[in-house]
């Protein structure tokens, strides 16, 4: 069985793994690895917190980029919006504590000072 996240896999990308086709992305050495929460002794892309994307210009075996899920950031999704210097996770400016704001390309509140 194989399971996957919502949308992290493109239809062509999904044709691929059932018809056993390279369709020229290496999600291995495509994307920068980091350690996971699981098994931190094991590099795996993007850390296992985000998806490895093709690179946007389509050529074939290309460097990608990590798509990293809500509340992580970092080129292998190595970062929580918890860790410091920030002031917790967020959607918008109103979850942040007073005197901080939203960074919403990392979802982490940041202080306004």
């Known amino acids: 069985r194989l399971g996957l996240i919502s949308s992290a896999l493109s239809a062509e990308e999904v044709e691929g793994l059932y018809n056993d086709v390279e369709l020229g992305c290496h999600c291995y050495d495509a994307c920068p690895t980091g350690s996971n929460r699981f098994f931190p002794e094991v590099p795996v892309p993007c850390s296992g917190q985000g998806v490895c994307r093709r690179n946007p210009s389509g050529e074939p075996f290309a460097e990608g980029?990590?798509?990293?899920?809500?509340?992580?950031?970092?080129?292998?999704?190595?970062?929580?919006?918890?860790?410091?210097?920030?002031?917790?996770?967020?959607?918008?400016?109103?979850?942040?504590?007073?005197?901080?704001?939203?960074?919403?390309?990392?979802?982490?509140?940041?202080?306004?000072s």
Do not use: I
């Not at 190595?78 to 939203?102: I, Q, R």
């Open 65 to 112: 980029y990590c798509e990293c899920m809500a509340g992580f950031f970092g080129d292998n999704c190595e970062n929580h919006c918890t860790t410091s210097p920030s002031l917790g996770c967020c959607e918008a400016n109103d979850d942040c504590p007073v005197g901080s704001s939203c960074e919403t390309s990392t979802k982490r509140c940041l202080s306004n």
